[in-house]
């Protein structure tokens, strides 16, 4: 990036009618994590989940299946947000229909032959479902590239690291007031570390920063300084998910849009067997003070662009060639 590039104009932060655009085009055509194998390891487990309003659920049958979790009869849920474990089959909690866990309608209460009624007519909304490393992502698009494909530098970064014997130690969920957008943003560029974070400005040599593109994956990096439990490799995926690679563990960090102008913030932790207690909470700790720091900058951003006297701004060549290649990225999906 030679020049310093116009930042998306203001008025793609905020309006319902983008959020409706953006559920489509975005979330509904790209791939998403939303569980570990760990979660679903016995026959009948599952987690459900909405990822940008979208109901979901995965659910271990002789493989790991995922589906809207929507009721083919009248749209009720087949189980609430979480995780849980199903005997044998996936059971509507309106009406009681009953599915197998390939998807089948295998019983409609009350319903039968004399209904015109076929229950083959009646399966389940499938969504592709394909697991990196344990990780277990869905895509809505059923003729989306494979995983591997939108994940391929990722791939080829960790192939060393033994992340598939990791296990999830800690979930923890953060709703932050602005758009999904203002989030992402802020974790694509490195320049804002020495004002908002004193304590990462402190624990990573932030003058050596770097942020290296190979679309549609982004890597940061900061050598750490002495002692610290932080640094490491940052890598973001498009559109949305953030995998921290540290020196003990990973963080997993999912950056998904409630509303136009609210996102949630999912960490997931994972650590290999037998870390030390203290090494763990210490990383833990370190994490979720840059995110409360985070969070109060980005809602302060987002009611700057809600008050309609900023319209846009430059980008960073030296700081922001991340940002630059997110927002044009969002530019040609939105055709904007």
């Known amino acids: 990036m030679t020049n310093a590039p116009e930042t998306l104009p203001a008025t793609l932060y905020r309006g319902d009618a983008l959020y409706e655009e953006e559920r489509r085009k975005i979330f509904g055509r790209t791939w998403q994590m939303v569980a570990h194998e760990s979660q679903l390891s016995a026959k009948g487990e599952y987690v ?15 493989t790991i299946r995922a589906f809207h979790n929507v009721c083919r009869h009248r749209a009720g849920p087949l189980a609430d947000g979480g995780r849980g474990k199903c ?34 007519d009646y399966a389940l909304v499938p969504l592709r479902c394909e697991s990196w490393r344990g990780f277990v992502f869905v895509n809505m698009d059923m ?23 990791l296990h999830l130690e800690r979930h923890t969920t953060h709703d932050i007031a602005c758009n999904w957008k203002t989030y992402v943003e802020n974790y694509l560029e490195g320049y804002h570390i020495p004002l908002v974070h004193p304590f990462l400005n402190s624990a990573v040599d932030a003058a050596k ?34 995998v921290n690679v540290y020196a003990d563990g990973i963080l997993m960090e999912r950056m998904w849009p409630l509303s136009a102008g609210r996102t949630r913030l999912d960490y997931l932790y994972f650590f290999p067997d037998g870390i030390e207690r203290a090494k763990m909470e210490r990383m833990i700790a370190a994490s979720e003070i840059t995110t409360a720091e985070d969070k109060a900058i980005c809602e302060a951003v987002q009611r700057n662009l809600d008050a309609g006297t900023y319209s846009a701004g430059r980008l960073s060549p030296k700081h922001e060639a991340g940002v630059a290649w997110f927002q044009d990225e969002v530019r040609r999906v939105l055709g904007v």
């Open 209 to 242: 920063y770097e942020v290296e593109l190979a679309p549609p994956v982004i890597f940061h990096s900061a050598p750490p300084r002495d002692g610290s439990p932080i640094g490491g490799l940052w890598a973001w995926a498009w559109p949305c998910l953030g």
């Open 48 to 62: 459900a989940t909405a990822v940008a309003g979208y109901p979901i659920i995965v659910v271990r049958g002789e």
């Open 143 to 165: 003729d989306a590239p494979p995983l591997a494909e939108a994940l391929a530098p990722l791939v080829a970064r960790t192939a060393g690291m033994d992340i598939g014997t």
């Open 87 to 120: 005997e044998g089959q996936l059971v509507c909690r309106y009406h009681g229909w009953r599915y197998a866990l390939d998807g089948r309608l295998a019983s409609a209460r009350d319903f039968g032959p004399a209904d015109g009624f076929d229950p083959r």
